[in-house]
């Protein structure tokens, strides 16, 4: 016999002071043999520790019970627990299940997050796979610069969106980040003031969305680096693939036909919600030859910055730097005002995200130009995107993007404090706006020798927790 660790009855504990000391197990009869992937994790039973790991079959536990599996790493916990009833018979049945770390409200968050620096740059990092995110709304996700302290996000998200087994369009929206589930171990790689971190995360519905035709069953593989030789650029490394079809994701969703499901039309990359300061004065363009979109302060006055930022507040950008072959990248922007809002996955509201992703049909008005998406003039609550496609991922597919995340000051001389600037035609190379971007557009320019210093810092190899946040 093996239990399947349902949705329902995964109960991820998230703080290790909600556990009792160690206590021996209860004499009598009953087996049950726990199993967790990966291995060596903490057995509990009824929230009390065993001193077993995992694979390991525990005695004399008959009857109803809560049995755990945790692993504490990364300042961390992951784990399941399944509520199960143990016979007394010789037969031993199975509980098994993978570790993950969720969270579905803003406190939880909170208590993981992690800072990093790097040259000027400080973001913020959680375990659940939802870097760039500190405590939600009130910015702290990325400061730019470190000593004045200046927010310049709120949060991020992978980007993905298909078309499920043909019928089902479907997205992650920008802060879906209960479909999140944190895999064990991240790690961690710093010296010389460089950061590498490697992590992974599992995209499931959450129980109120499990049974709902919906994004699921990709694994993302991130990978976060900043290095003082690419100044004011964080990279950011993808790596989707299509786990629907292998027995420990289905141990949380088994919705679906056990051979796995299929996207077709499917589009990678990532979002970020800049807040440069207070949110809803920001704006946002476009520089397609190098595949960025960006966010400004629409009249470069923000009153809260220090450091004499608040008369000239950075530009915020996102690049795609490395995408599949034979894809095209979308570049999109939109605000929560007007004709155009947020989409959240298993609501009514995501297919909006693949048709934004996908740059099909965007939010109106569109650039007539496919690689650019909405166009508005007006200032408000800002998201970006950049995303590639469209691809098949089958079960056991997988893709990669790479992105790069950059700041810059706006170029002197070429704006007026508190004088709003339009966005202007993305492809016009003498508006005003193009000018005053030109650091960020030396910025981009050099996020491809900044990829490359990623991809070495990989081949070398992390060093787990080598030196521990600040």
């Given at each position: 016999?093996k239990?399947?660790?349902?949705?329902?009855?995964?109960?991820?504990?998230?703080?290790?002071?909600?556990?009792?000391?160690?206590?021996?197990?209860?004499?009598?009869?009953?087996?049950?043999?726990?199993d967790?992937?990966?291995?060596?994790?903490?057995?509990?039973?009824?929230n009390?520790?065993?001193?077993?790991?995992?694979?390991?079959?525990?005695?004399?536990?008959?009857?109803?019970?809560?049995?755990?599996?945790?692993?504490?790493?990364?300042r961390?916990?992951?784990?399941?627990?399944?509520?199960?009833?143990?016979?007394?018979?010789?037969?031993?049945?199975?509980?098994?299940?993978?570790?993950?770390?969720?969270c579905?409200?803003?406190?939880?968050?909170?208590?993981?997050?992690?800072?990093?620096?790097?040259?000027?740059?400080?973001?913020a990092?959680?375990?659940?796979?939802?870097?760039?995110?500190?405590?939600?709304?009130?910015?702290?996700?990325?400061?730019?610069?470190?000593?004045?302290?200046?927010?310049?996000?709120?949060?991020?998200?992978?980007?993905?969106?298909?078309?499920?087994?043909?019928?089902?369009?479907?997205?992650?929206?920008?802060?879906?980040?209960?479909?999140?589930?944190?895999?064990?171990?991240?790690?961690?790689?710093?010296?010389?003031?460089?950061?590498?971190?490697?992590?992974?995360?599992?995209?499931?519905?959450?129980?109120n969305?499990?049974?709902?035709?919906?994004?699921?069953?990709?694994?993302?593989?991130?990978?976060?680096?900043?290095t003082?030789?690419?100044?004011?650029?964080?990279?950011?490394?993808?790596?989707?693939?299509?786990?629907?079809?292998?027995?420990?994701?289905?141990?949380?969703?088994?919705?679906?036909?056990?051979?796995?499901?299929?996207?077709?039309?499917?589009?990678?990359?990532?979002?970020?919600?800049?807040?440069?300061?207070?949110?809803?004065?920001?704006?946002?363009?476009?520089?397609?030859?190098?595949?960025?979109?960006?966010?400004?302060?629409?009249?470069?006055?923000?009153?809260?910055?220090?450091?004499?930022?608040?008369?000239?507040?950075?530009?915020?950008?996102?690049?795609?730097?490395?995408?599949?072959?034979?894809?095209?990248?979308?570049?999109?922007?939109?605000?929560?005002?007007?004709?155009?809002?947020?989409?959240?996955?298993?609501?009514?509201?995501?297919?909006?995200?693949?048709?934004?992703?996908?740059?099909?049909?965007?939010?109106?008005?569109?650039?007539?130009?496919?690689?650019?998406?909405?166009?508005?003039?007006?200032?408000?609550?800002?998201?970006?995107?950049?995303?590639?496609?469209?691809l098949r991922?089958?079960p056991?597919d997988?893709?990669?993007?790479?992105?790069?995340?950059?700041?810059?000051?706006?170029?002197?001389?070429?704006?007026?404090?508190?004088?709003?600037?339009?966005?202007?035609?993305?492809?016009?190379?003498?508006?005003?706006?193009?000018?005053?971007?030109?650091?960020?557009?030396?910025?981009?320019?050099?996020?491809?020798?900044?990829?490359?210093?990623?991809?070495?810092?990989?081949?070398r190899?992390?060093?787990?927790?080598?030196?521990?946040?600040?």
């Amino acid at each position: 016999m093996k239990w399947t660790i349902r949705p329902c009855l995964l109960l991820l504990a998230l703080l290790a002071a909600c556990r009792e000391d160690d206590g021996a197990l209860s004499p009598g009869g009953g087996r049950v043999f726990v199993d967790s992937d990966p291995a060596g994790a903490n057995i509990l039973v009824d929230n009390r520790r065993t001193g077993r790991h995992t694979p390991d079959t525990l005695r004399g536990v008959a009857g109803r019970h809560d049995i755990s599996a945790q692993l504490d790493t990364f300042r961390a916990l992951y784990g399941f627990t399944a509520r199960v009833f143990v016979p007394e018979a010789d037969s031993v049945p199975t509980i098994a299940g993978p570790l993950v770390n969720r969270c579905s409200d803003v406190l939880c968050f909170g208590n993981q997050v992690q800072h990093f620096a790097a040259n000027r740059v400080r973001f913020a990092n959680n375990p659940v796979g939802t870097f760039f995110l500190d405590r939600g709304a009130g910015g702290n996700g990325i400061i730019w610069p470190i000593g004045p302290n200046n927010s310049y996000a709120s949060g991020s998200m992978v980007a993905f969106a298909g078309i499920l087994n043909g019928r089902d369009t479907v997205a992650l929206g920008i802060y879906d980040n209960a479909y999140l589930a944190g895999r064990p171990a991240p790690t961690l790689d710093r010296e010389n003031d460089e950061v590498h971190i490697t992590q992974t995360t599992w995209i499931v519905p959450p129980a109120n969305a499990i049974a709902r035709p919906t994004v699921r069953g990709i694994q993302v593989t991130e990978e976060i680096f900043a290095t003082p030789t690419a100044e004011d650029i964080v990279m950011v490394r993808l790596v989707f693939r299509n786990i629907t079809n292998e027995a420990f994701y289905r141990s949380l969703d088994p919705t679906g036909p056990p051979a796995g499901l299929t996207y077709e039309q499917a589009f990678v990359g990532f979002m970020l919600d800049p807040d440069i300061g207070v949110a809803g004065d920001d704006a946002f363009s476009y520089e397609p030859i190098l595949n960025l979109a960006f966010a400004y302060d629409s009249n470069f006055d923000e009153n809260g910055y220090g450091g004499g930022y608040n008369r000239k507040p950075g530009l915020i950008g996102l690049r795609m730097v490395e995408a599949p072959a034979f894809t095209r990248t979308v570049l999109n922007g939109w605000t929560t005002q007007g004709n155009s809002a947020d989409w959240f996955a298993g609501q009514v509201t995501e297919p909006t995200g693949w048709y934004n992703l996908s740059g099909i049909r965007p939010f109106q008005p569109d650039h007539p130009d496919f690689r650019i998406g909405h166009l508005t003039d007006e200032p408000g609550d800002v998201r970006l995107s950049v995303s590639a496609g469209p691809l098949r991922l089958a079960p056991g597919d997988t893709v990669a993007v790479t992105i790069a995340v950059m700041l810059a000051e706006p170029v002197p001389g070429a704006f007026t404090t508190g004088t709003r600037v339009a966005p202007g035609e993305p492809t016009d190379r003498t508006r005003v706006l193009y000018s005053i971007a030109g650091g960020l557009l030396e910025r981009a320019g050099s996020a491809g020798a900044a990829a490359a210093a990623m991809r070495a810092a990989t081949d070398r190899g992390p060093d787990a927790l080598r030196r521990g946040a600040r």
